[in-house]
């Protein structure tokens, strides 16, 4: 039993979900990049020390949940290959691990900061009480992990002194809404009759239920992009048009929806999806268009406004 069966315990490829603690950075209101990649590097030391913590405690969460679900996942296609089902991590060995991971990052955000520290607790409180009993609830389920994603990118707020608003709640709410039922929808293609077995929540839901709850979600999410851009951006159109980003938005949630119910992997490990080249050029193609329709459009529309002047109208501030 090597280091490296406990380091798997430890559910690294889970961690990208806590990325969402760097999510205050980039919707920053600033006048101009300069300024906007200076606040950028000031709020890193803090964030990627957050962004540690929440590592160390959700790990923790899915060591303790391992452990409960032992027998159940020794009896599941994919999670029996698991190092606590397999027998190749101890089960002793592993909660020590879960409780110096959980008590370290408690010690630790404490010490950061008390906001960020009581927005740990509330990610514990929401995950465990997720893994013993609202994981059981068709819908409930899915709006309790959407709330642990909405926490994560809250402590980020905390930890660079910045004000969260609706509109990060809001949109945090409806992505993880489109995961979650993406999940169902891949296990439930998986598991076949099977799935109730392996999850009792499937005795609630049915496939038309998961085709409708992610088609919803998805519009939601473009749809409050959408708003949210023209809404902290009306009244500067014409130098800072982030509403042109929103169709790169929905390409990017169409072509996950797409992989979702091609079969692939992704709804299940969606941290496979930047291994997607749709996914991955849709993501760098939107923060190039995010940058320049932020701070670089001005620029752009003089210059392309000299070469080409009956294209291009001046800008009228």
Request: charged share 15%; hydrophobic share 50%; proline share 5%.
């Amino acid at each position: 039993m090597g280091y490296y069966e406990y380091l798997k315990l430890m559910r690294p490829h889970q961690w990208y979900k806590n990325i969402l603690i760097f999510l205050p950075v980039v919707f920053g209101r600033v006048q101009n990049f300069e300024e906007w990649f200076d606040f950028v590097l000031r709020s890193m030391p803090e964030l990627l020390f957050g962004f540690g913590i929440l590592c160390a405690v959700s790990s923790a969460g899915y060591i303790f949940n391992d452990i409960v679900d032992l027998e159940k996942d020794a009896a599941h296609p994919e999670k029996r290959q698991r190092p606590l089902p397999s027998g190749r991590a101890s089960r002793s060995t592993a909660r020590a691990l879960a409780a110096v991971l959980l008590v370290g990052g408690l010690i630790l955000s404490w010490a950061q900061h008390a906001g960020f520290f009581l927005m740990v607790v509330l990610y514990i409180f929401n995950s465990q009480l997720y893994n013993w009993k609202l994981r059981n609830f068709a819908i409930i389920d899915v709006c309790v992990i959407a709330v642990g994603f909405i926490i994560r990118a809250i402590a980020g707020t905390f930890l660079i002194n910045q004000p969260f608003t609706s509109w990060l709640i809001i949109g945090v709410f409806f992505v993880a809404l489109v995961l979650g039922f993406g999940k169902r929808v891949n296990e439930l293609q998986l598991l076949g009759e099977d799935a109730a077995a392996h999850k009792p929540v499937f005795t609630q839901y049915t496939e038309t239920m998961l085709n409708h709850g992610i088609s919803m979600s998805a519009t939601w999410v473009v749809l409050f992009y959408a708003i949210y851009c023209y809404a902290n951006y009306q009244t500067v159109l014409d130098t800072q048009p982030v509403i042109i980003t929103v169709p790169i938005v929905a390409g990017i949630v169409l072509r996950y929806v797409f992989l979702v119910y091609s079969e692939s992997d992704v709804g299940r490990k969606p941290h496979l999806a930047f291994k997607d080249r749709g996914i991955l050029i849709g993501s760098i193609l939107f923060f190039i268009a995010l940058l320049v329709t932020l701070f670089f459009y001005v620029g752009i529309h003089d210059f392309l406004l000299e070469l080409f002047p009956p294209l291009f109208p001046p800008i009228i501030p």
